[in-house]
């Protein structure tokens, strides 16, 4: 079981970094006021934060700042964690209102293996690449995957749109695995360049 609290019977926004590169600006603007806003206005009752060590930090220092039921939280029940070393299927699975609750979304980190995670439970997927790194596989893997309307790519500077863009793939969002239709610019079908990318950060 995780070591925090997972809501039951609520509507769930689940944000995850991954395991190895931090991501602090994916928690800042996961907990800014616009993004916070537009999560109450879609009906979400409860934010998770998979944050790393380094953003267990911005997360303290906002729960400092805004007491809970303050206006500011949105009446949100915000929650984080560092880390789950058993992954992070619960929290996923949370999200997708496996146990009872309504389907909410999960923002993820473009980590390929973070993404495969997502996309096998089947629960509406925002991808946001990481500006930080070095290499710009996280944003071609993201683009890509949107363009073929398996997930959301998200933004940094408009998260709330992305939760508006998450409304309509919940609609049309379609199932993992892909079939290998043979007109992929991979040319190899999606499965495999996931699998290739299985390298990079995740």
Known sequence: MAQHPLPSSKKLCFV???ATASFDSLIKAALSQHFLEALQK???TNLLLQHGKEGGKILEDFQTCNYTGEDQRYKLGIAGFDFNRKGLGEEMRAAKGTAGGLEGVVIS???SGSILDALRIAVPLIVVPNPALLDNHQ?????ELA?????VHGHLDDLARAIRDSVVLREK?????PKDTGD???GRGLAGVMDDE????D
């Open 139 to 143: 944003e071609e893997l993201a683009e």
């Open 184 to 186: 992929d610019i991979y």
């Open 16 to 18: 995850t970094i991954g």
């Open 198 to 201: 299985m390298g990079f950060v």
């Open 173 to 177: 969002q379609k199932a993992w695995p």
């Open 109 to 111: 980190h473009a980590g």
């Open 42 to 44: 879609n009906g979400y």
């Open 147 to 151: 363009n073929q309307g398996y997930v």
